[in-house]
């Protein structure tokens, strides 16, 4: 039986909100597809970008994920107006090096496939390229400590989804030759 005052919240508008806060906020699916692209190439080299944007909204479409997004989204954005408490108000819109908060919310997204993220998540964390350059852009007026590192995740994560589903590809085509081979 339904209970009408029981709090339920749709996932489709979940997933929409995350969508739109990362175009709001300067980030569409092909410029982390361009970071899983950088992380995979030497691994994959007939990976096209496709493939990668394609992993990406896989990504994207786990709550988990939806949910670090719009938090960390949520506390960039409150830093740039200044509604957050000190200290923690100058910790974020500085991007202090011994806040590690932004990281730890990253952390999440990147545990969703596994350890091999992790190395994929500290490289693309200490490279920057591509639009993390952007975010990381102290320049600019906006505050995305949270964004730079969440990206940086997403990606991640989605390489490490292509890294596991390669994987399994290649042992399934082993598997059918020594089949056909007995």
């Not at 910790?91 to 596994?114: H, K």
Request: net charge negative; proline share 3%.
């Amino acid at each position: 039986m339904s209970q009408p005052n029981v709090y339920r919240l749709n996932s489709k508008e979940v997933s929409k909100a995350t969508e739109q806060w990362l175009m709001k906020r300067g980030v569409n699916k092909e410029q982390i597809g361009q970071l899983v692209m950088l992380l995979q190439k030497d691994y994959f080299p007939e990976l096209t970008l496709a493939e990668c944007v394609l992993n990406v909204e896989s990504v994207l479409s786990k709550r988990e994920v939806q949910n670090a997004v719009l938090t960390g989204i949520q506390l960039d954005m409150l830093a740039e107006e200044g509604k957050l408490l000190p200290p923690l108000q100058d910790m974020i819109s500085y991007d202090e090096g011994l806040y590690g908060c932004d990281e730890i919310l990253a952390l999440s997204i990147v545990n969703v496939y596994g350890s091999i993220g992790f190395t994929n998540f500290g490289y693309i964390d200490k490279l920057k390229p591509g639009v993390l350059k952007k975010l990381n852009d102290k320049n600019s007026g906006e505050i995305h400590t949270f964004l730079d590192d969440i990206v940086g995740a997403i990606a991640a994560a989605a390489s490490s989804r292509i890294a596991h589903r390669k994987q399994a590809e290649r042992e399934a085509v082993e598997e059918a030759l020594q089949e056909g081979a007995k």
